[in-house]
């Protein structure tokens, strides 16, 4: 299976300033996804990144909020932007490898807001 | 829309085996997933299912799946301590790939 890695693993974070976490992969993949799972709660999909396109989002979230950048087969970003004690999250990116019907996932990064 | 229910808490012994149900209602769901999440730690691929199948065994992993009742159990055989964690089970529906997650289960084994 792919291996994740996810920068920072963690943030403190001021009110209204914005974060970018990266997500890289060991191989190429096909499918990157970003999730958000808010404190005691399951996950929730933010958006599928799409290489060399935009991203595409699921209903309550928009790119001005959360823009997510996917140059190459490898790599993502996430940014969280204008950030308020709400966003506080572990934001995790997961992959699918073309075909194999298994996603798996980073290790996260938790956001605490102030 | 999707909907995946679990219930929230489960306590068994060690020793013991565990059962964890979850409940779906996308009737076009074809893959059926179980993970775990231990405390500060990202999600673990545990096992899936297809939406053919009925049984899947993997060493101490048992998964159920009922597709007329829609109902997804995962059983632990044997439990451990390293066990405890937050299982959530999850569907991917026919026309996509978007993982669709239940809230979690919290699974506690008492020595």
């Known amino acids: 299976s792919a291996v994740i890695s996810q920068k920072p693993s963690r943030d403190i974070c001021q009110r209204g300033t914005s974060l970018t976490i990266q997500c890289q992969v060991d191989?190429?993949?096909?499918?990157m996804f970003w999730y958000r799972q808010q404190p005691g709660q399951s996950l929730t999909l933010i958006a599928t990144?799409?290489?060399?396109?935009?991203?595409?989002?699921e209903s309550g979230f928009v790119i001005d909020k959360f823009p997510i950048s996917r140059p190459n087969l490898t790599f993502s970003t996430l940014t969280v932007s204008n950030m308020s004690p709400e966003d506080s999250s572990i934001y995790l990116c997961s992959v699918d490898e073309a075909g194999e019907h298994e996603q798996f996932f980073g290790p996260g990064t938790r956001l605490t807001v102030l | 829309g999707e909907d995946v229910e679990q219930s929230l808490f489960l306590s068994v012994r060690e020793g013991d085996s565990s059962v964890i149900n979850c409940t779906y209602t996308d009737s076009s769901s074809t893959y059926l997933y179980w993970y775990k999440q231990e405390p500060g730690a990202g999600l673990q691929l545990l096992t899936y299912?297809?939406?053919?199948?009925d049984m899947k065994q993997d060493q101490r992993l048992t998964v159920l799946l009922n597709k007329k009742d829609k109902h997804l159990s995962l059983r632990i055989a044997d439990t451990q301590t390293g066990d405890s964690a937050i299982y959530f089970c999850a569907e991917i529906p026919r026309a996509g790939n978007k993982l669709t997650f239940g809230g979690g289960t919290r699974v506690l084994v008492k020595p």
């Open positions: 191989s190429q993949v096909t499918m």
């Open positions: 990144a799409n290489q060399g396109s935009e991203a595409t989002y």
């Open positions: 299912i297809f939406s053919n199948m």
